[in-house]
């Protein structure tokens, strides 16, 4: 593991983001004590398919019952929450 201090991290960063993009992970330090790790991000695990992702919520929704359908419906809608917030 690569090691680097703030100063040079600051002064690097577009570098070091190629680095751990390639994999590498990158510890920083501040006076010598570690501070963070730089480390690349594992890969998604989610589905990336929108008829999977579409077809996952209807199966979410035939199995809720009508009391979890009712608490839903009597939750603001996103435009409320929005209107609500340009109020202030």
Do not use: C, W
Request: hydrophobic share 40%.
């Amino acid at each position: 593991m690569k090691t680097v201090g703030a100063y040079q991290a600051k002064t690097h960063l577009p570098a070091l983001l190629d680095e751990v993009a390639q994999g590498e992970k990158i510890m920083i330090t501040r006076h010598g004590a570690p501070v963070a790790i730089l480390s690349p991000v594992p890969p998604a695990s989610g589905v990336s398919d929108p008829k999977a992702v579409v077809e996952g919520l209807r199966r979410i929704r035939e199995g809720m019952t009508q009391t979890d359908m009712s608490i839903i419906e009597m939750s603001p809608s996103i435009k409320e929450m929005i209107e609500e917030g340009r109020r202030f």
